[in-house]
């Protein structure tokens, strides 16, 4: 992980550190600030978590794209299924990661900085939050799987 403040963030068997500069997304994406309007966007480890091992991510959108939350910028590919990748601001596409093309590992290994996804130049997506909004998403999403988990043990 990379020098910036983090909180450390523990519910159920789930484990991560938070950025606390970060803003985040309901879809579990992460966004820092790369100066001037410029965002970088990732994948929060506990988005990591649920999409499993990543084996390919490429994106339909050329730099300079004019873009909006929840448009697709391309897919994500994992062993499990092939998921969408959506845009979590407004404003113009820059492009993809381009270390993503030789070294998936660092989604996983390093999810808050070296393992970002994309960057975007605008706003955020007014439905993103700080850690504290994000850290109670966490909760309330962690609950409800494990809701689900012991309904499903159930007799």
Known sequence: MSATASILYKRATFVTHLPV???YAPS????????DRRWRVGYTKFAMRMLGELVDVQFDRE???PVRPGDVLG???GFKAVSELF????GSFVG???ALRTDL???AQDPYSRGWLYEFEGEPDARCMDMDGYRALLDATIDRLLEKQKAEEAP
């Open 75 to 77: 897919t994500v590919e």
């Open 96 to 98: 993809g990661n381009p």
């Open 87 to 90: 845009c979590v601001g407004q």
């Open 63 to 65: 730099p300079g794209t």
């Open 28 to 35: 579990h994406c992460w966004l820092a600030s790369s100066g």
């Open 21 to 23: 500069t970060h803003r």
């Open 105 to 107: 590992e660092a989604l």
